[in-house]
């Protein structure tokens, strides 16, 4: 009997097993590692992929991961496949923030044309250092200017994003992006129709940085 079950029995599904980032899914998880090289929100921490994100320009789009730890910050992080693919970890910081971290007037020559933008970093306060130090460069000079987009909050990864003109078609935005002369850190910021903008802080960093992965299913 054992044998004739073993033959018509139901068959389990196999294990998923993760090996890259772009085969992580809602509900998946990461363990982060634990180099001082990292910010706090980053450093050797667990975090959860709670939502999965579609950036889509004219000629390509992009995948965004929103994940969250026992902090309950969110990160976002996004698989870039380069000639030599990297992550992008990035955070959202308020108005207040940029008025602490940066000049105002040269923040605002990121919207001028032709976008040839140079930025410096205020210095920081001890309470700002802790937050933000390690998520920021002394000077950034701008690369992209008002690229059109569209944000979608759906996974359309190896698809094309819808395409209704009633309202399917995510949120337009324009993206303005600066980076640092390593090309390690980067100062991210999007505009959406109606004025409501978005600034991030940016990290390029290796794929080894991702230490494991743990499949919610």
Not at 13 to 31: F, H, I, Q, Y
Not at 33 to 56: C, N
Not at 66 to 79: Q, W
Request: aromatic share 12%.
């Amino acid at each position: 009997m054992g044998f004739l079950s073993g033959l018509f029995g139901k068959k389990q599904a196999p294990e998923r097993t993760l090996s890259n980032p772009n085969e992580l899914l809602k509900g998946d998880m990461v363990t982060l590692d634990d180099s001082f090289a990292l910010p706090s929100q980053l450093r050797g921490q667990q975090l959860k992929v709670e939502a999965i994100h579609t950036y889509e320009y004219q000629r390509s789009q992009q995948c965004e991961l929103l994940l969250r730890g026992a902090e309950g910050s969110a990160i976002f992080m996004a698989y870039v496949q380069d000639d030599d693919p990297y992550l992008s970890f990035s955070i959202k910081i308020t108005r207040a923030d940029v008025e602490e971290l940066f000049d105002l007037d040269e923040f605002a020559q990121l919207f001028e044309e032709p976008g040839n933008a140079t930025l410096h970093t205020n210095e920081l306060s001890a309470e700002l250092d802790d937050l933000f130090g390690r998520w920021l460069a002394p000077s950034y000079h701008q690369q992209e200017f008002a690229q059109f987009g569209y944000f979608h909050r759906e996974d359309y990864r190896n698809l094309k994003p819808p395409q209704d003109e009633n309202g399917k078609r995510g949120d337009a935005f324009e993206s303005y992006n600066l980076v640092n002369g390593d090309d390690t850190h980067a100062i991210d910021v999007e505009v959406y129709e109606g004025g409501e903008t978005e600034v991030m802080l940016t990290l390029y960093r290796p794929l080894s940085d991702i230490r494991d992965y743990w499949p919610g299913s």
